[in-house]
């Protein structure tokens, strides 16, 4: 990645950083920011960790079968999500991938093209992954919820249960290093606790669940909303980028 290309990457995260050998721009009061390096995050990270297997997967679905676990999202009527929604929005991504993405439900535009996280959300997302030397095609993103609900309403606590198994068959076979909470809902899904967020992240969380740490951030709507916030991601980023370098 050029150093012009890293610039508008952290220009659209609103991250001061330094060029090096060159005067940096820092707002008053601005924490000092790490220039992100070229180095490999793969080429340095340990061997990946393998999921302990999830205790509420689609029994009806073959391990490591992903078009038949596509096909069953596709034709799931486990919640009445399924009669709403435009199509499903199964994950995208790398299906080995050391970094995995959940976020909390698709919103009109996934339901619309059938992929989380487009629109300015997911260019913010692009962007915030690109910062720490990862393309979208890197890492795997998935949705606690396959479905839309309907007005972008929260997930409720019978539709996360229904949807859940899709998810955990998910994880188990992608066999991420780590996960990636992005949002409140995620985050309590994925960590099975109702902490508010900003208590949440800054931390990795080892649970009995997963294998793979979790660690939280801030949901790239919820930044689009609230600039002020996007330092505080940064350093979340930082902390996924240090965990799959393996320090």
């Known amino acids: ?32 920011i790490d220039v992100v390096t070229e180095s490999s995050i793969a080429a340095n990270a340990p061997a990946p960790v393998t999921p302990r297997p999830a205790d509420s997967m689609p029994a009806e679905a073959p391990p490591n079968d992903w078009p038949q676990l596509r096909s069953m999202v596709a034709t799931c009527k486990r919640c009445t999500l399924g009669a709403t929604r435009t199509q499903p929005v ?34 913010l997302l692009d962007a915030m992954l690109s910062a720490i030397g990862l393309d979208r095609s890197d890492v795997f993103i998935a949705n606690i919820l396959k479905c839309r609900p309907p007005n972008n309403r929260d997930p409720q606590v019978d539709e996360i249960a229904a949807c859940r198994g ?4 998910q994880i188990a076979m992608v066999s991420p290093r780590l ?11 994925l960590l ?33 909303r609230t600039p002020s916030q996007k330092a505080r991601s940064w350093q979340d980023l930082k902390d996924v980028r240090r965990v799959l370098q393996g320090q």
């Open 166 to 169: 899709y998810l955990e068959q």
């Open 192 to 224: 099975g606790v109702s902490d508010p967020l900003g208590r949440l992240r800054g931390r990795v969380h080892e649970t009995e669940k997963w294998a793979a740490p979790v660690i939280v951030t801030y949901h790239p709507a919820y930044l689009l």
């Open 90 to 123: 199964f994950g995208v991504g790398n299906e080995a991938a050391t970094l995995m993405i959940v976020g909390e439900a698709p919103g009109g535009e996934e339901d619309r093209l059938g992929e989380p996280f487009v629109g300015r959300a997911g260019q």
């Open 1 to 32: 990645m050029t150093p012009d290309r890293r610039a508008a990457y952290l220009d659209a995260l609103g991250i001061d950083w330094y060029r090096p050998k060159t005067a940096a721009r820092v707002a008053p009061g601005a924490p000092v």
């Open 179 to 189: 996960l990636l909470a992005v949002g409140r809902i995620a985050a309590h899904a």
